[in-house]
């Protein structure tokens, strides 16, 4: 029951960072819930397309309703939500930290590898937002320096890893996807990076 | 026979949108067949990928060959096709409306539930389309404020609807089709467009 | 055994190729591994969801790790690498000839028909390095006159063709990958291309 909450809390915030794309460009409704709903299960359809389980949102309509009511509260109110500028960008990275363990968690729990389950669980937690932002003719997380497919890459690795060394299941997830946040969090309050690759090494060879 | 017939003229007539952007940019032979495909098995291809059934153009070599035939015959007549813009944009919107009735259908048809029917729906009207703008680098029809994907929203949620409310499959489908088509026809017409969200709410609050 | 390693050089060409794109815009070693694995198994990857059999990297970690490997190596030595520009075309040219005849020869052996062998060949040895290109906001290979996908085309198709007149896969799988490699060669060394669709027909008819 609360599992299922959080799972909704996670697609809800998805679909609300979605949504603000559409209201930056002054988009029309169906815009909105187009962007709501491609950002807020894009990265956990992927994840069921490849390990070939039934896409989440088909046989439980809450999905689709979730990412519904955010549209239709965020065509109202989307303009006052971008306000919370910083709260905002901390919402999103507890939906991908989130994500990131439970993507991962998934892919073991069908007998996958834990090499796979890394990746899964980082293409569940990115996956929708780099969609949205390749339709958005935006940059996507992926080419920008700031710190987000790495912590995605933590929380996943961290939980595939402590399960490994034996970690129950809810200790792993819990490490793990707050090791996620942190990180994610030291981008969004003192703007991390990791190192790019430096092109000038060329010069210096 | 019929219904076979109609479901190959929808893959033409996207295939041929699809060849035009190839025949805009003055791109090659395999440019025109890549973009017919793309956009002529696009959205019904996402739409049996999500729903775990066969993918419609796998056991049935028409649709592939359609996709072929046009873009030969693009190769060769693009320009004049392209000389007919207003009945083009009528023929798209013709695709687009059927296919949007479609894909709701099928959904229904394999026991999935009516709001799961209505994304599927827009998704194969759509996603064709938008796949080949997004590689063509050009904006979808997803950012532009004329009414696309909000047809195919009509179509597909009003066919669901009269479903629902009882009406029988053929009529539900030959009203919620015609519904998208009226919208869409508007578009091309008048420049009927939808709303935008105002981005300077933000000035006003 | 043989084929195997020849099944992770296609994949690590492929990476290179990825990650180089990392290196060029100087992102962050996780771009590396994002990039190297997108066009490494992107293709494969679409090619198996279409066919509807298992994802050929879900029940076998060596390819991932490869992404890996290459990912590991690229970031420290990426400058060298990009030294050897037409080596590394030459290297890319073999994994996409490779590619486009064990796709085609895949979607056989699964029993689909040969017009959706030619476009899962084409698919399995292009789709990577779209996807790569469409999010690294780069134009892809599909709008360049250059022959790339051509050469895809001409490798799956030939292949297909030489079973149906009934050679042996061998012998039809090494002469199609050669005629692919040949045709791409001559891209590469002399700047072959095909002809384009020329807009300013129109002025003329």
Chains 1, 2, 3 share one sequence.
């Not at 609360?2 to 988009?27: E, M, N, P, T, W």
Request: glycine share 14%; with cysteine; aromatic share 12%.
């Amino acid at each position: 029951m609360l599992l299922q909450l959080l799972d909704y809390l996670g697609v809800a915030v998805f679909a609300i960072a979605g949504s603000i794309v559409a209201s930056r460009k002054g988009l029309d409704f169906v815009a909105f819930l187009f962007f709501a709903t491609l950002t807020g299960i894009g990265g956990g359809t992927l994840r069921d397309l490849l390990l070939d389980v039934p896409v989440f949102w088909l046989k439980s309509e809450g999905y689709l309703l979730v990412c519904l009511g955010v549209s239709i509260f965020m065509w109202f109110f989307a303009h006052i939500v971008e306000g919370f500028g910083k709260p905002l960008r901390w919402a999103d990275a507890i939906g991908m930290s989130a994500y990131s363990v439970m993507g991962a968690a998934k892919t073991l729990s069908v007998g996958d590898t834990p090499v796979v389950a890394v990746l899964m669980g980082v293409a569940t937690a990115t996956f929708g937002g780099v969609l949205r932002d390749v339709i958005a003719g935006e940059p996507s997380a992926i080419v920008k320096s700031e710190i987000y497919v790495t912590a995605a890459f933590v929380g996943a690795g961290g939980f595939v890893a402590m399960k490994a060394f034996g970690l129950s299941g809810w200790v792993a997830a819990a490490i793990a996807a707050l090791l996620a946040l942190l990180l994610r969090g030291g981008a969004i309050e003192f703007g991390w990076s990791m190192p790019g690759y430096k092109n000038n090494k060329r010069k210096d060879t």
